[in-house]
């Protein structure tokens, strides 16, 4: 089922916003310990993804490429300025309605905390491609976590995020599962592992940042995915 992994992921949020409402404020000690574990997972998870048979050339083509297209359109600075400038206009809607306010910051920063990563378009791309649904399942219990986190301190607006997330991941599964079938089987084949290989190293860098270890700005080489998805067929086209 292709939106099987974004449902795991919304209904992950669900519970974990309401464990949140219910129990005290999770210690930082906890949440530290907690976070360095899903890092460390992340990174594995990112390690078999892009050790798989793929083309290293092209894979080392795509991140350089993409890394360069990412910067030149600064895509992890628009993405924050994007966080921000919702962050103020809640900011603004507290000051008239301070009930709603609260449940519309927890509902925004939620929301852009789960949505706005590498991580959902790469999961929502694996489940859409692959009915592979691993890196959706690994962002579930990340988010799940988080979603406790943020509900014992933003309230029950953090629940409401599970919406916006079901249907951004859905959105994503569904095109990439149309646009697979489109392919012939061993362009299919060769496209996914591509995109898998290069799709495992960004990964691997979300893990890094969970782990804190270096910032590294993965929002810049999502365009490497594309590269990477459009450049198989052309490397089989010319060789």
Same mark, same amino acid.
């Given at each position: ?5 974004? /449902? +795991?992921?919304?209904?992950? /949020? ?15 000690? %906890? $949440?530290?310990? +907690? ?6 997972? %992340?990174? @594995? ?5 892009? %050790?798989?048979? #793929? ?9 350089? #490429?993409?890394? @360069?297209?990412?910067?030149?359109? $600064? ?14 206009? @809640? ?11 609260? @449940? !519309? ?14 991580? !959902?378009?790469? &999961? ?24 406790? /986190? ?26 990439? #599962?149309?646009?697979?079938? &489109? ?9 996914? #592992?591509?995109?898998? !290989? +290069?799709?495992?190293?960004? /990964? %691997? ?23 990477? !998805? ?10």
């Amino acid at each position: 089922m292709v939106l099987w992994g974004a /449902i +795991v992921n919304a209904c992950a /949020i669900i519970a974990g916003g309401f464990l949140g409402v219910l129990i005290p404020r999770i210690s930082d000690r %906890i $949440r530290r310990t +907690v976070m360095q574990g899903l890092g460390l997972s %992340i990174a @594995v998870l990112g390690i078999t993804m892009a %050790i798989k048979p #793929a083309n290293i050339l092209l894979t080392i083509f795509s991140l350089v #490429a993409g890394g @360069v297209i990412g910067e030149l359109f $600064r895509i992890e600075d628009r993405l924050q300025q994007l966080g921000d400038w919702l962050e103020r206009t @809640v900011a603004r809607g507290s000051k008239h309605n301070a009930r709603m306010g609260s @449940v !519309a910051e927890g509902f925004v920063t939620a929301t852009l905390v789960f949505c706005i990563g590498a991580m !959902a378009i790469l &999961g929502s791309l694996d489940s859409g491609l692959r009915h592979n649904h691993d890196i959706l399942y690994t962002k579930a219990m990340l988010d799940g976590f988080l979603a406790i /986190i943020f509900a014992s301190t933003l309230g029950i607006g953090v629940v409401f995020s599970a919406v916006p997330i079901l249907l951004y991941e859905g959105i994503i599964s569904l095109t990439a #599962a149309l646009i697979s079938s &489109g392919l012939g089987s061993g362009d299919l084949d060769a496209v996914i #592992a591509q995109i898998t !290989a +290069v799709g495992g190293v960004l /990964i %691997i860098g979300i893990g890094i940042n969970i782990l804190e270890i270096k910032r590294i700005n993965v929002g810049n080489l999502l365009p490497a995915i594309v590269i990477a !998805a459009v450049g198989m067929p052309l490397y089989h086209a010319l060789f």
